[in-house]
T-cell receptor, first 115, second 109 residues
Framework: KAGVTQTPRYLIKTRGQQVTLSCSPISGHRSVSWYQQTPGQGLQFLFEYFSETQRNKGNFPGRFSGRQFSNSRSEMNVSTLELGDSALYLC??????????????FGPGTRLTVL | DQQVKQNSPSLSVQEGRISILNCDYTNSMFDYFLWYKKYPAEGPTFLISISSIKDKNEDGRFTVFLNKSAKHLSLHIVPSQPGDSAVYFCAASGNQFYFGTGTSLTVIP
């Protein structure tokens, strides 16, 4: 079974630009979560989508948004990029229906560098 | 508010010895806990999990212990191998997944 895939793997943007990251979950998984990891920080939760609906949202500004399609693929968008947005962005998928047994599986991440 | 905490940022262990990584949580409603291993520039890899109805779960060299009264879990790796050198994250499942800040394990040959 194919794992979680993320594209692109690396991205370089300049301040003020916007960026869209893509995530394809494991087949059958309906939940997709996004995380930001910066040096010295753990995994900061951005948001979770389940069956095309945003189910949870972390404490990030409105410049960070996402969506999920009917095939469970998800995109994350960051507008008006700032230097502090440079990070590894991770996507994780899971079945999402039973939290007491649900296991998230991560993609390789997208390394975003903002200059 | 950090609901899952890993208070040791780093740990060094000799090859062949036991590695013990610790994790504390604050929310007694969490009922499923997971450990992930992460190499630099890669996504975390799922290692092992434990349900709150159990106090121990083993998978090969990895064992997770859960102490619900203390809101504490630990990951034991026996014997430790150089390839185990990585950052280890614990996570708890509630309305979302909550992750600790990670412990960097170095296994010295």
């Amino acid at each position: 079974k194919a794992g979680v895939t993320q594209t692109p793997r690396y991205l370089i943007k300049t301040r003020g630009q916007q960026v869209t990251l893509s995530c394809s979950p494991i087949s059958g998984h309906r939940s997709v979560s996004w995380y930001q990891q910066t040096p010295g920080q753990g995994l900061q939760f951005l948001f979770e989508y389940f069956s095309e609906t945003q189910r949870n949202k972390g404490n990030f500004p409105g410049r960070f948004s996402g969506r999920q399609f009917s095939n469970s693929r998800s995109e994350m968008n960051v507008s008006t990029l700032e230097l502090g947005d440079s990070a590894l962005y991770l996507c994780a998928s899971s079945f999402g229906s039973d939290r007491s047994t649900d296991t998230q599986y991560f993609g390789p991440g997208t390394r975003l560098t903002v200059l | 508010d950090q609901q899952v905490k890993q208070n040791s940022p780093s740990l060094s262990v000799q090859e062949g010895r036991i590695s013990i990584l610790n994790c504390d949580y604050t929310n007694s409603m969490f009922d499923y806990f997971l450990w992930y291993k992460k190499y630099p520039a890669e996504g975390p890899t799922f290692l092992i999990s434990i349900s709150s109805i159990k106090d121990k779960n083993e998978d090969g060299r990895f064992t997770v212990f859960l102490n619900k009264s203390a809101k504490h879990l630990s990951l034991h790796i026996v014997p430790s191998q150089p390839g185990d050198s990585a950052v280890y994250f614990c996570a708890a499942s509630g309305n979302q997944f909550y992750f600790g800040t990670g412990t960097s394990l170095t296994v010295i040959p």
